[in-house]
């Protein structure tokens, strides 16, 4: 169930995890159809590559045309679908509109999903990361919500969002993420991996398809990383289900 300590899943998920094990999850979906959309080649290109992923999405993505059709193939794919809220607000800050906005946010996105994950767990991200125990009070007594497992965070990320734009005066490249991700891995040896397959912004527009093109082959230069050091790919659920160590 849903944890008033966000941390706590972090910690939790390294435990359970061996050496050289990873799992591959992706925010801010489902992206535009292809070909400018690249949602569904990523789990088009992973499904091929045997890995199950995880698919955090947004509600007002899914309602964008040809949404509820990429997450039926993803679906199908054997991706496992995750919620990331209606419009990846920052939790804590929308608490001072009402409690019920931030139940809203949770339980509409729900009911997008609950047909395409069927009795496979129920999962959720918070966006921005922003979740504490006043956000998890308000939403705990909500039945809909009282089997998620999270808020599910991650350990390796390499600031994709920025791909193509400046971050700290530098435009930030391939080889920056890349980079990145190396020196957590490296670090580390396991964890959960944070990638975006689409923006949550409400304006999309081509840097934004740009960067999502990046990211695609963003994911396909690390799968082929990660099989030459002989990493194990987890799929999200089945590290939800191992016991705690």
Known sequence: MLESDGDHWTAEFMRR????????TFDDGPGDPPPRG??????????????????FVVGQRIEQPGGREALAKMRDMGHLI?????????????????????????VDTHYLIRDFVGDR?????????????RVWKAIKSEKELEKYHGP????????????????DG???TLAHC???????????????????????????????HRRDQLVYELTKWLVQWLKREKYKFIGLDELVSRPSI
């Open 17 to 24: 995890l061996g050496p050289k094990e990873v799992c591959l």
């Open 38 to 55: 690249w949602t569904v080649p990523i789990a088009e290109f992973l499904h091929g590559e045997g890995i199950s992923g995880t698919f």
């Open 82 to 106: 995750g919620n990331h809220t209606v419009s990846h607000p920052n939790l804590i800050e929308l608490l001072n509109e009402g409690e019920n906005r931030v139940v809203r946010e949770l």
């Open 121 to 133: 767990p129920l999962v959720f991200r918070a966006p921005f990361g922003a979740w504490n125990e």
């Open 152 to 167: 599910l965070s991650a350990n390796i990320c390499c600031f994709d969002w920025d791909l193509g734009r400046e971050r």
């Open 170 to 172: 530098v435009l930030w």
């Open 178 to 208: 890349q980079g990145n991700l190396l020196g957590r891995l490296q670090l580390m040896e396991k964890g959960v991996i944070l990638l975006h397959d689409s923006s949550a912004g409400k304006v999309y527009g081509e840097v934004n």
